[in-house]
């Protein structure tokens, strides 16, 4: 095969598209590390490539885009640069075959360098370095710095991709600018296409920011160069769709734009968040029709998913899990008696919640109709998840009333940071305070999946730990910015656990962060191993906090394998998946995952508070026929 340069010489190239949307469809939590998926399932991240090649992508990039020693520190994984970056590119390179180019990707660290000191950029700049180091001794065909905003640490990420490579393969630098074609320095698109030249690019362009018309725009003056100029755009910027946002630009739209960058001499062209196959498609075929060079690739990319969200955890750090001092105050309400449910967790009761989400559209009669069931089965209280499947449901909190009011029994309203910002969580919590909706579980919450509006922005404005920062400055009568609120809520405050996480220190980590900032209760993920929660329960003994475990009976063999090859933090047990194999699907199938779920519960009945029981397909009478007898 030609080298990368060599092919550009002869025509232009089509790149790749989105890799993080793309595994996002595929069950993949926003939450999770998308560069771990390397190591964990490479089968899946090598499908993504697979598909792009069989649309016609030429180059793919490697799924590295966050694999440097910074990025990967929240996640616990800056030991693993060498490990992660080498197994994207084994994993590209398979995908690929002969058929297309790998580069690999290197994104920003993370750091805002702004006015930084030289220790921070020294550190940024090592960072880089090693990634850069590794992906070049893997064997990639060229280097790709990618979605840079600020122009100094855009220059320490080609200046350390220059170095790595040598002179051997070549470096690829992309800006990613705003609206008006400018960095986040104000520094325009054509001015940074030559310092990108200066400091040793051997092509120069733009990626993500805004959808084709603004990324033309923007490549334009680096056209005059003489340089090869990449072009790898949004599916436009998400656009608000039914109160929702959405991205708006097609496949058919994006290839009228490819068409007219080829005419341009534009040599590579891709797509960045949001887009798909069907998009690449269409580029290639802008490709064909422009008289590009055919090299027999017939295949799809990756482009770069951005983590463009300021996480609350990091925003709020300052924020005190101590009681507020501030004069006005008030006091926190004891544990015992917010509500029912802490009521009897207090008293050492055996408490049962159960999962009941408002259904799509308007109609509540089946949710309240199964509310009623499950308390004349013994169910203590109703749990409601917040925007579930990102389809058109009613808000939560709006249901929890209802059932409160008609039902006669408590409810647990799930409060998570992807639908709103600081201000809208925090007239969420009033408003919940204010309904008498009492019982709270603060999670960081899954990125809007496929739906009604499959690529819907999420906000994460706070993290898990943020909005429990905030509500338990609530119960104190505080509000975030200090100011006496006149009163206290009386919020008991549960949380997320994952006793199967995959990087299960980090987890023990956060939920005794979890706690600092003021959680009382931990509800788990389900859990289908008893060695595996036993060893959880024993390794957060000493928080102190009381447990209700997640219990999520199986409807199916195959309902048991996507759980544990799909979802980061579920681990079902080979011998539990031969049991759902053996049973298969339908009524013997669903018996057989209610038996499985009451032998878990058993297990472990004397160890924990509670059950949280989430019933599969609206199936609400299992949960009753799991607790039946056992509690």
């Known amino acids: 095969m030609a080298t990368l340069l060599e092919a550009l010489s002869a025509g232009p190239l089509v790149v790749d598209g989105a890799m993080g949307s793309q595994l996002f469809e595929r069950g993949i939590l926003h939450n999770a590390c998308l560069e771990e998926l390397c190591l964990s399932k490479p089968d899946l991240v090598r499908k993504v490539h697979e598909d792009y090649v069989r649309a016609g992508a030429q180059v793919l990039e490697t ?32 995908a690929a075959g002969a058929k297309a180019f ?30 850069a180091k590794v992906l070049v001794g893997a064997g990639v065909d060229g280097l790709v710095v990618e979605t840079f905003r600020q122009t100094n640490e855009l220059r320490l990420a080609i200046e350390s991709a220059v170095a790595a490579a040598g002179g051997k393969i070549p470096v690829i630098a992309s800006a990613s ?43 334009t003056p680096m056209l005059e160069l003489g340089l090869p100029v990449w072009a790898v755009p949004n599916a436009g910027l998400p656009r608000r769709v039914d109160e929702r946002l959405v991205y708006v630009s097609t496949s058919e739209y994006f290839g009228v734009y490819a068409r007219r960058m080829f005419k341009l001499g534009v040599k590579l062209i891709g797509g960045c968040c949001g ?16 008289g590009a060079a055919e090299r027999g690739a017939t295949g799809e990319g990756r482009s770069v998913e951005v983590e463009g969200t300021a996480r609350a955890g990091e ?57 009623k069931m499950l308390k004349a ?7 409601i998840a917040d925007g579930a499947r990102a389809q058109s449901r009613m808000g939560n909190v709006a249901m929890a009333m209802r059932v409160q009011e008609q039902c006669g029994m408590e409810t647990i309203l799930h409060v998570c940071g992807r639908d709103r910002n600081l201000l809208g969580t925090l007239a969420h919590l009033l408003s919940a305070q ?53 009163g206290a809520t009386r919020f008991v405050l549960a949380t997320g656990a994952e006793p199967a996480a995959l990087n299960y220190e980090r ?94 519960l058993a297990a472990v009945r004397s160890r924990v508070a509670g059950a949280y029981i989430m019933p599969p397909l609206g199936r609400y009478e299992l949960a009753l026929r799991v607790i039946d007898g056992v509690v």
């Open 275 to 290: 887009t798909t196959p069907d998009h690449v498609r269409r580029i290639a075929a802008a490709a064909r029709m422009a």
């Open 63 to 94: 799924n590295t885009f966050g694999s440097n020693a910074m990025r990967l520190e929240k996640y616990g994984l800056s030991g693993k640069v060498t490990e992660l970056n080498e197994a994207a590119v084994r994993v590209a390179r398979e």
């Open 434 to 486: 204010e309904l008498g909706v009492k019982n709270l579980v603060i999670i960081t919450g899954d990125p809007p999946k496929m739906g009604d509006f499959p690529d819907a922005s999420a906000v994460y404005d706070l993290d898990s730990i943020g909005i429990l920062k905030l509500a338990a400055r609530l119960n104190h009568g505080v509000d975030p910015g200090g100011k006496p609120l006149g």
């Open 315 to 371: 925003t709020f750090a300052a924020w005190s899990s101590e009681p507020p001092s501030t004069p006005g105050a008030a006091k926190c309400v004891p544990f015992a008696e917010r509500s029912e449910l802490s009521a009897k967790i207090a008293r050492g009761r055996f408490v049962v919640s159960v999962e009941v989400n408002p259904p799509v559209g308007l109609d509540l009669g089946k949710a309240l109709g199964a509310a």
């Open 507 to 600: 987890e023990l980590a956060r939920l005794k962060q979890k706690k600092d900032a003021g959680a009382e209760i931990v509800m788990t993920q389900p859990v289908y191993d008893p060695l595996v929660l036993e060893k959880f329960l024993d390794d957060i003994a000493p928080l102190g906090l009381p447990v209700l475990v997640g219990l999520l009976p199986l409807a199916s063999f195959r309902n048991a394998e996507f759980l544990h090859n799909e979802v980061p933090g579920m681990q079902v047990p080979e011998t539990v998946r031969e049991r759902m194999r053996k049973a298969g699907s339908g009524p013997q199938a669903r018996k057989e995952g209610v038996a499985i779920a009451r032998e878990m």
């Open 377 to 383: 089965g013994g169910v203590d209280v109703i749990n």
């Open 102 to 131: 790998v580069v690999g990707s290197i994104g920003p660290s993370g750091y805002f360098l702004g006015d930084a000191l030289s220790d921070d950029i020294s550190k940024v700049r090592d960072a880089l370095l090693e990634q």
């Open 177 to 219: 600018v705003d609206e008006r074609s400018r960095m986040a320095d104000g520094t325009t698109s054509g001015e940074i296409a030559r310092l990108m030249r200066e400091w040793g690019a051997s092509a120069v362009g733009v990626n993500c920011c805004d959808g084709p018309m603004n990324v033309l725009e923007a490549i």
